[in-house]
């Protein structure tokens, strides 16, 4: 059982740094936004305002590719989980969980919380533009 559970939390540590990964680039994501947005004001440019959409774009993507490769790996976890003490070998290769739907990064971009956390930011960024244009 020794060798599972070191496994498992070898698996689990890379989720972790997965999950922290995610957690940094949505702050990075609000924080350059912001201040393309006060550049925006300050100077009284729009064209940074418009700007700000490619970084919210890109850390989208950023982030569904994120998500996609934690799925894989939490797909991993769960096939080591069931498998006999003796058949473990501490790979780490997530490769035969990628073509699960849920694991694919097409699937991870349209996520739910993707979509709202975007969602909501590029919503934002709309009413802002409208707001310094006014």
Do not use: C
Request: hydrophobic share 50%; aromatic share 16%; no cysteine.
């Amino acid at each position: 059982m020794d060798k599972k559970l070191k496994h498992l939390d070898y698996i689990q540590q890379a989720i972790n740094r997965l999950a922290s990964n995610l957690f940094l680039l949505k702050g990075w994501t609000v924080t350059l936004i912001a201040a393309l947005f006060a550049l925006a004001s300050k100077d009284a440019k729009p064209v940074y305002a418009l700007i700000a959409y490619i970084p919210a774009f890109m850390f989208w993507l950023l982030d569904a590719y994120f998500l996609s490769q934690e799925r894989r790996f939490r797909s991993l976890y769960d096939h080591v989980r069931v498998t006999e003490e003796h058949d473990i070998d501490f790979s780490m290769n997530t490769e035969p969980y990628k073509n699960e739907v849920r694991n694919g990064f097409w699937h991870a971009f349209w996520s739910t919380t993707l979509r709202l956390y975007y969602g909501a930011l590029i919503a934002t960024m709309v009413i802002v533009m409208i707001l310094l244009k006014g």
